[in-house]
């Protein structure tokens, strides 16, 4: 149910946390996720690229700024009742304390949580780092990095057995988001709703 809640008025903040390699299609999913349904957008970049102002990228420095603008957003976001889609690259075993730390600033401030692994064929991974809307942005846009990072780290296992799986490889957006939104239970974006921010 969409509607502008009083300032006495409480609902639970669903957070769909959405991770995967680069080139998964975490933001093409999410900005779906907020036209057909509402929610608001928490891109990683969002916290990325102003960290990569100050600090190199995998620095103790760098992980600590990224890890404290993601943290905030999400406290915020759930003690406003607001619904919101996050995104991720998740390295399984090396990323487990940050991942932690988003969860529980969700479900801290009152808000549920639900994990949603995105995993598109290799051939399509590289399709995508090398799409044009990539171009001029912080993002991976060169197989090679991709290639290195995949042998490096492990952003194929799922964080937790529970976990939505989804192989997006041949699926649309739209598609990815309704099946991400039935499973949370999500109901379709109603347009006299105020609840769209990408």
């Keep these: 149910m969409r509607y502008e809640r009083g300032v006495d008025e409480r609902r639970r903040s669903e957070h769909v946390l959405l991770y995967g390699p680069p080139g998964a299609g975490k933001l093409t999913v999410a900005r779906a996720l907020a036209d057909r349904y509402g929610l608001r957008v928490l891109d990683n970049h969002l916290s990325v690229d102003p960290a990569l102002r100050l600090f190199a990228f995998g620095t103790p420095e760098f992980g600590a700024v990224v890890e404290q603008i993601r943290v905030t957003l999400l406290q915020a976001a759930a003690r406003a009742g607001l619904d919101v889609v996050s995104t991720l690259v998740y390295a399984h075993g090396s990323d487990d304390a940050h991942l932690s730390s988003l969860i529980a600033a969700s479900t801290g401030a009152g808000g549920r949580v639900t994990r949603v692994q995105l995993v598109p064929s ?4 590289e399709r995508r780092v090398q799409a044009v809307s990539r171009a ?10 991709l290639h290195r990072l995949l042998a490096e780290h492990d952003l194929r296992t799922p964080a937790r057995a529970d976990d939505l799986v989804i192989d997006n490889t041949s699926l649309p957006p739209e598609l990815v988001a309704d099946l991400v939104a039935d499973h949370v239970g999500l109901v379709p974006f109603a347009p006299r709703d105020v609840r769209r921010s990408t």
């Design 122 to 125: 290799m051939a399509a991974l």
């Design 136 to 145: 001029g942005t912080t993002k991976i846009n060169d197989p090679a990095v």
